[in-house]
């Protein structure tokens, strides 16, 4: 078919803030370098039988920049998904994939764009090893693609769950309460780490860091020790329990991957049994993906949809566009699809536990003066914290 090439774009799994962004990157990109652009339906579920797609341009984009969702609609279930739990892979049914192949000559797409996170990505790669011209993008809330230091919408779900542990706190010190805070990431802390930095979280627990009940009981009785009646506890969905094992609801309709999510619960329904102490939890679920994208979402996304185009431009297929502050690079799709984790003597964590962040691990600070008294103490899991723990009450 002749005529002027198109690009194809699609956003497949989970949504999250700045889809819309990366779109409209996409299609004023596109148009500069003398491309037409159609978005592909329903994640990767347009692309066949039945093909469904609409015309993308400057009208039917405009304003969408600041819009959280996808106006080309998404879906993490499906004949698509290609992974069962972390880094697994699942082979795409050839008739599907031949299918593509059909639909992308008779429209003719030069390059397919596609949006999503490590499952999405993972078909992507079986895309181009079928020959589909693709170039990725990284997108999930989670951030944890390897080879990019922040996927787009991470900063967004942040940005939800610091909100929600800024209101969390004033009402937890009204009632002198634990409060505790479930947040998403699946197998990443990224979430919890970074939101309970900004939101000011005395006790962070990830999946990167193996803790204890005790420890974190200890982190409670010591606030109180120092007059602090209030704690504020931020717990990553995907963390494992002391004794092994995640916390899961009913597996997803497809069977494919798990639910996560009820640690929250727990969580805060075991602080109270030890301490006897009123605790509250907050699942804060899907508010995460959904609202507007943060300024920086917004940067970030429209920068990786105009690198997209340039990767089609430049016949790169099968990379993924990657970001190193301040550049746009472009990686393998195949060195993407790998779980990045919260590595756990990373500046991040590092910086939390000088200022006292409990990570539920019994990590004890080096030594130091303690400027009130000019004696020598531990700072057991608290900066300016300077009497020795308490013992913990036995549970009953
Ligand atoms: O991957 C993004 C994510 O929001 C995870 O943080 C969460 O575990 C999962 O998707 C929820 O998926 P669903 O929308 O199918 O409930």
Known sequence: MSGTPRIGILTAGGDCPGLNAVIRGVVKSANTHGYDVVGFLKGYEGLVDPVSYIPLTH??????????????????????????????????????????????????????????????LAVAQQFHEHGIPVVGVPKTIDNDLSSTAFTFGFFSAVFCATDALDRLHTTAASHERVMVLEVMGRHAGWIALYAGIAGGGDVILIPEIPWT?????????????????????????????????????????????????????????????????????????????????????????????????????EKKFGHMVTFHPPDMNDVPIIDAIKLSSVCPNCSAVQAARALGVCFGDNYHEPPFRCPDDGETATMNGGAGFCSLPLPLPTSP
């Open 59 to 120: 009208k039917t984009t405009t304003g969408i920049l600041s819009q959280g969702g996808t106006i080309l609609g998404s879906t993490n279930k499906g004949r698509f998904a290609a992974t069962v739990g972390v880094n697994d892979r699942l082979e795409l049914d050839p008739e599907l994939i031949a299918g593509v192949q059909t639909t992308v000559e008779h429209l003719n797409i030069a390059g397919l764009i596609c949006v999503g996170g490590d499952g999405s």
């Open 213 to 313: 009940f005790e420890d974190v009981c200890q982190a409670i009785i010591r606030r109180e020790q120092r007059g602090r009646k209030f704690t504020l506890v931020v717990v990553a969905e995907g963390a494992e329990l002391p004794e092994g094992g995640f916390v899961t609801q009913d597996k997803a309709e497809s069977q494919k991957q798990v639910r996560l999510g009820g640690i929250g619960n727990f969580v805060g329904k075991e602080i109270e049994k030890r301490l006897g102490k009123e605790t509250r939890t907050v699942v804060l679920g899907h508010l995460q993906r959904g609202g507007n994208p943060t300024t920086f979402d917004r940067v970030l996304a429209t920068q990786y949809g105009a690198h997209a185009v340039r990767l089609i431009v």
